[in-house]
Each structure stands twice: as structure tokens, then as C-alpha cells.
């Protein structure tokens, strides 16, 4: 692989998707491969706040960490383009779904529900999943957030036993084929 990105990125990509979609994972291997800087929004809200999501969520419920949330992400957006990985309910904020499309472009990372169980069945860092039933809870929130997701400008199917590279270099092959996202260089 060659010192300089292929690609130039022309606006902000933001990733959307359940938890345990690899938001995360994916974000940081397409910046790196794409050369543009890669932003958690939940990290920086920790950050700013010096507090773990769950512990804005218990201390200040999650109505306030929702207005951090969007205050973060369209700070986010008005940088230079690179990528983001969001927290799972930032895209169900109407007002944050029209400034992604407007300062950006969302990529939902669309995995099943059973594979989004085996990723998250065993952290405990998930605030919305600490109920009698996680994995019920769980159903609950994914069938309430596909349709929200499928109103991204564009969609990834997950395979379960792909790796991060395969998953990668789909997402960076989505992109190519999106008009105005990629510049060859």
C-alpha cells in the first residue's frame, strides 16, 4: 500500500448503524486507508464532559445527552472532511439527520440482528441495554431504528464473517461509486 490515499474525500461520511455495527472499527480503517482524520461523536462527548455516556445518561438523562450529541456532531461537520462514527440514536434526531445531508453524507452499517447480539451480549457499557431482557431490549431498539437508518444516503449490508478489511474496502468502494464523495488523486 502506498504512502498516499488513492482517494480524496470530499465531505464528512458519518456512520450510522445499531450498536455492535462496527461504526467504530470500520470508521478508524476507512480514515486511515483514506488519509482523513477519524472522530468518535460518543468519544468526544466524553471528552468535553470528562464523564463515560453512561454516566451522562444516569446523570443527566438522556434528553441532554441527545442536545450534546447534536452539538457535537454538527461541530463535526463544519471541519474538514473525514469520517465519524456516531452513537446508534444520533441518527433518529430529524434535526441531526437533515444537517448530516446537508453538511455530509450518512453511511448506515446495516447488520442483522444476530450479529449485532453476538457483539454486544457481553460488554456492559451499553446504558439502553442494562434491563431485565437485553436481548429483547435489544429487538426492540433495532426494530424501531432500521427504518430511521434506511433514510441514509447510503447503505452497507454487514456479513457476519467478513473482517474489518473486507468491510473496509466495501465501504470505501460505496463511496467511490457515490457521486461527489471521492476524488481519484
Do not use: C
Amino acid at each position: 500500500m502506498s504512502e498516499q490515499p488513492e482517494y480524496q474525500l470530499k465531505r464528512t461520511v458519518v456512520l450510522v448503524g445499531m450498536m455492535g455495527s462496527g461504526k467504530t472499527a470500520i470508521g478508524r480503517a476507512v480514515a486511515s486507508r483514506l488519509g482523513v482524520q477519524f472522530v468518535d461523536s460518543d468519544g468526544a462527548i466524553e471528552e468535553a464532559a470528562a464523564l463515560s455516556i453512561a454516566e451522562i445518561f444516569e446523570r443527566d438523562g438522556e434528553a441532554f445527552f441527545r442536545k450534546r450529541e447534536t452539538e457535537v456532531l454538527r461541530r463535526l461537520l463544519s471541519g474538514k472532511p473525514g469520517i465519524v462514527s456516531t452513537g446508534g440514536g444520533a441518527f433518529m434526531s430529524a434535526e441531526n439527520r437533515e444537517a448530516i445531508a446537508q453538511m455530509g453524507i450518512a453511511l448506515w452499517l446495516d447488520a442483522d440482528l444476530s450479529t449485532l447480539w453476538d457483539r454486544v451480549r457481553h460488554k456492559d457499557t451499553r446504558p439502553l441495554l442494562r434491563t431485565e431482557n437485553p436481548r429483547q431490549t435489544l429487538a426492540g431498539i433495532f426494530g424501531e431504528r432500521r427504518p430511521v437508518y434506511a433514510m441514509a444516503g447510503l447503505r452497507l449490508p454487514i456479513r457476519r464473517d467478513a473482517s474489518i478489511e473486507e468491510t473496509t474496502q466495501g465501504v470505501i468502494d460505496l463511496l467511490a461509486s457515490a457521486p461527489d464523495l471521492l476524488e481519484t488523486t
